[in-house]
């Protein structure tokens, strides 16, 4: 089960999860970035689930859809000169 999160969180960091990772160590990075970032990891690696993994093909679809959007949600909330700054260091 945690390997299936790891390799889902594998695939995310080739993207948002490496903008949000510069967008963290930013000096001007909000509190909220910070909190919500610790969110989402809490969730990856917590055994509790929206839905429980052992369900067939569903079992991961909350993994897979809900990590990406909330980095996502927390990028599209970034102030733009953080944003910027991270998306250049991201490439």
């Avoid at 790891?6 to 990772?21: C, E, K, M, N, Y």
């Amino acid at each position: 089960m945690l390997f299936k999160r790891l390799t889902l969180l594998w695939s995310v960091l080739r993207g948002d999860a490496r903008t949000l990772w510069f967008a963290l160590r930013h000096p001007g990075a909000p509190g909220w970035l910070k909190l919500g970032t610790a969110l989402i990891v809490l969730y990856v690696i917590s055994p509790i689930d929206l839905i429980p993994d052992f369900i067939p093909g569903i079992g991961l679809l909350d993994d897979m859809v809900l990590v990406p959007l909330a980095i996502r949600f927390l990028l599209n909330r970034l102030p733009p000169h953080i944003a910027q700054a991270a998306a250049a260091r991201g490439r």
